[in-house]
Nanobody, 116 residues
Framework: QVQLVESGGGSVQPGGSLRLSCSAS????????MAWYRQAPGKQRELVTT???????NYADSVKGRFTISRDNAKNTVYLQMSSLKSEDTAVYYC??????????WGQGTQVTVSS
């Protein structure tokens, strides 16, 4: 049974930082491209960042220079370090695991709220 479990969400003031974690089980984690998506209220889910099995990363323009994705294959975990948070970063953040679009799995999501 595949499980992706996110943690680390919460409330933070603008300019603050949070680190999200996504722990995977039931998959051969190291071969998957891992990604973080987010969905704000009333908006479509959007891709935030990806990291391939080889460690290549990609970021949405809106988070470049502020967010960093990383992975620890020994721990089957992917991280999202978020800094200089803005109110527009408020959303539910979802972890995704993808293997050539043939196998694709989602976590349950974790809420991030940026507010003063």
């Amino acid at each position: 049974q595949v499980q992706l479990v996110e943690s680390g969400g919460g409330s933070v003031q603008p300019g603050g930082s949070l680190r999200l974690s996504c722990s995977a089980s039931g998959i051969r984690f190291s071969i998957y491209t891992m990604a973080w998506y987010r969905q704000a209220p009333g908006k479509q889910r959007e891709l935030v960042t990806t990291i391939t099995s080889g460690g290549t990363t990609n970021y949405a323009d809106s988070v470049k220079g502020r967010f960093t994705i990383s992975r620890d294959n020994a721990k089957n975990t992917v991280y999202l370090q978020m800094s200089s948070l803005k109110s527009e970063d408020t959303a539910v953040y979802y972890c995704n695991a993808d293997y050539y679009s043939n196998r694709n799995y989602w976590g349950q999501g974790t809420q991030v709220t940026v507010s003063s």
